[in-house]
């Protein structure tokens, strides 16, 4: 019998290691058909995400940035059956198809969208955390306020992880004043040269930008 082969590497990658189940498959496509833009992060960023959030035992995540629900997913099926996922999301739209999804996935007894700017919201949900995990991937000109409020809110041995940090293949370029990824310019910046943190980007998908929580913080 022949071996079973792959069109190319990164088809390889994502059938042997960041396989979709049928739910996580539809998300998306399902988002679109309701007029939702498809910028979730990718199938090897969502099985990351489930990694670190396992290899942390985390309990309380916090997400920045909902869209359908399928970073959530990954995000929230790595809690035990008490842990809790909160995110934060400014389009009332976004956060229905990201419940409704979540609930498909069977969590919503451990998930919560709420609804609003998350520079707000994430003052109301101080008294939650400390969180083990933090992940951002909201509005790219907040990433630098996103970092100030989990550098807060993140225990110590947590994560603090954020998405496109490629800045969409243009992080290392000169940008516009007004170019909302000079948040993520700053954002990688402070946290590769934080004490307090260990840093480091892995480049999956437009590319997570992990930072371990030290004690000195
Ligand atoms: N994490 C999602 C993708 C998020 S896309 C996934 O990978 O599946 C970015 C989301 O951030 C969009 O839904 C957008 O509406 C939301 N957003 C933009 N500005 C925001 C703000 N100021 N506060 C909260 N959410 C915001
Ligand atoms: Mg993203």
Known sequence: MAELTYPDLDTY?????????????????????????????SPESGKTLYLL??????????????????????????????GCFISLEVDPKH????RKNLAAAGLADRTEVRVGEGAALMRDVADEGPFDLVFIDADKENYPVYLDYALENTRVGGLIVADNANGHGHVHESLDAG???R?????????AGHPGLV???I????????SLVLETV
């Open 179 to 181: 170019d909302g990824r």
């Open 53 to 82: 959030a396992k290899a942390i035992g985390a309990r309380r995540i916090l997400e920045f940035g909902s869209l359908a629900g399928y970073s959530g997913i990954w995000l929230a099926r790595a809690l035990p059956v008490d």
């Open 13 to 41: 990658r994502r059938e042997v290691f960041a396989r979709e189940d049928e739910l996580l498959k539809g998300v998306m496509p399902g988002a679109a058909s309701q007029g939702l833009p498809r910028i979730s992060i």
């Open 199 to 201: 840093s480091n980007v």
């Open 183 to 191: 948040g993520i310019q700053e954002y990688n910046r402070r946290v």
């Open 203 to 210: 480049p999956v998908g437009g590319w997570l930008a992990v």
């Open 95 to 98: 956060a229905e198809v990201s």
